[in-house]
């Protein structure tokens, strides 16, 4: 099983910043990795999928970048909308993981 | 627009039965791949099971193998997920989930 491993936990920003997250697989997942959002109360979101496309519907100040074992979800410059937590989950083989996830929290 | 609708949680006691469903719709369902994701309460994101569109490879997370069934009929545009046997660490909202669209997701609570 590929465990995928969030840094940081929490990440205590203001509103124009940019927030930097991090995801690292225990092996090799291509470019198999997707990035979601969710809000409380709400379902996930695809935000990112295949590493660097942004979804349907996603402002470009949200990119994805990285390859194989290390990967990264950069917000260039946070909305008040943006605070929420963030999962990484890898496509690359079974069974499909997810990592811990990333708060990203108005400071 | 895409759209996925989940139903037929609920509270169950231990042991019991449950099987949820997944309406889909704006999308040729026939021709994709399926998942179930779940996700306990305050807790993260857990990959439950897979079927093609074909129905053709089927997976399951460890957790649930045995216990749960996961079905489609094309016909119907319809994805579901037979839970048997299930366990208090079974609670969990559970979503559908296409291509990375999910829908709202549907709340299973196992307590006796």
């Known amino acids: 099983e590929i465990v995928l491993t969030q840094s940081p936990a929490t990440l205590s920003l203001s509103p124009g910043e940019r927030a930097t997250l991090s995801c690292r697989a225990s092996?090799?997942?291509?470019?198999?990795l997707a990035w979601y959002q969710q809000k409380p109360g709400q379902a996930p979101r695809l935000v990112i999928y295949?590493?660097?496309n942004r979804a349907t519907g996603i402002p470009a100040r949200f990119s994805g970048s990285g390859s194989a074992t290390d990967f990264t979800l950069t917000i260039s410059s946070l909305e008040p909308e943006d605070f929420a937590v963030y999962y990484c989950q890898q496509r690359y083989n079974w069974p499909l993981t997810f990592g811990g996830g990333t708060k990203v929290e108005i400071k | 627009e895409v759209q996925l609708v989940e139903s037929g949680g609920g509270l169950v006691q231990p042991g019991g039965s449950l099987r949820l469903s997944c309406a889909a719709s704006?999308?040729?369902?026939?021709?994709?791949?399926m998942n179930w994701v779940r996700q306990a309460p305050g807790k993260g994101l857990e990959w439950v099971s897979y079927i093609s569109g074909s129905t053709t490879t089927i997976y399951y997370a460890d957790s649930v193998k045995g216990r749960f069934t996961v079905s489609r009929d094309n016909a119907k545009n319809s994805l579901y997920l037979q839970m048997n046997s299930l366990r208090a660490e079974d609670t969990a909202v559970y979503y559908c989930?296409?291509?990375?669209?999910w829908g709202q997701g549907t709340l299973v609570t196992v307590s006796s």
């Open positions: 295949d590493a660097s």
């Open positions: 989930d296409w291509k990375g669209n």
């Open positions: 704006a999308f040729t369902f026939s021709s994709y791949a």
């Open positions: 092996q090799s997942v291509s470019s198999y």
